[in-house]
């Protein structure tokens, strides 16, 4: 009898042993992505995820649009529509979520962390969201003005011109990484160099491509 206990508690261990573990959720930032204290573009800033940076992902809320992420040590939140993760050998947004991805639903307590930045700002308010054409569309662009280094045609004359001359922000949902898309209600402003205009979008001066509107370089 006691042969037989050993052996059964034997076959247990084994079988513990040999289950698969879930897989941990990675994912790539498809540009330079801002890496927040809260699911939001009115969260504190804590650091810059950049681009091709590797995450960890605990979960994305509900709505898919912000995902709970770990990098370099810290947990923090990060837009979904930049993190991409590979399905079958392909790169997915994290922000359409396939059937054939599986991402675990996370909630945020308001009352851990405090609203920085733009806190008390109403997002979105009066100049609409930030993704032009959708998240997905977004994310591409994204993808395309990392691949192109649009931010590496800007010169340092033009940065020192936003930087010198400050304008008043407006608060749009989404995030601010190279790629978006400014809503065409958005009041832009000249630069020296005709081919780009700038903008103050959440408290981050973007540069713009003045034809397409999308934002070729963040500056911080």
């Known amino acids: 009898m006691k042969l037989k206990q050993i052996a059964l508690f034997s076959t247990a261990i084994v ?5 698969p573990a879930l897989a941990e ?7 330079e992505l801002n890496f927040r204290t809260g699911p ?3 969260y504190e ?3 810059v995820i950049p681009a091709e940076g590797v995450v960890d992902v605990a979960g994305c809320l509900d709505d898919g649009e912000w995902c709970e992420v770990s990098f370099d040590g810290q947990t923090g939140w990060a837009y979904s529509a930049y993190l991409t993760t590979p399905v079958e050998n392909e790169p997915v947004v ?3 979520r396939p059937a054939t991805l599986e991402i675990q639903t996370v909630t945020y307590d308001e009352g851990n962390k405090a609203a920085g930045g733009a806190a008390g700002a109403t997002i979105g308010a009066a100049a609409g969201a930030l993704l032009i054409g959708g998240p997905a569309a977004l994310a591409a662009g994204a993808i395309i003005g990392a691949a192109t280094g649009a931010s590496s045609s800007i010169d340092e004359e033009t940065v020192t011109y936003v930087r010198q001359n400050p304008v008043e922000p407006v608060y749009l949902t989404g995030e601010v990484a190279v790629g978006a898309g400014i809503p065409d209600t958005v009041q832009v402003y000249e630069l020296p160099e005709p081919k780009y205009a700038y903008v103050n979008v959440n408290g981050l001066p973007v ?3 003045s034809e397409t509107r999308r934002v070729v370089t963040v500056v911080r």
């Open 15 to 19: 079988g513990l042993v040999a289950s």
């Open 25 to 31: 959720l990675t994912a790539n930032a498809t540009t």
């Open 40 to 42: 939001g573009p009115q």
């Open 45 to 47: 800033i804590q650091g």
């Open 94 to 96: 994290l922000y359409q």
């Open 207 to 209: 540069v713009i491509d």
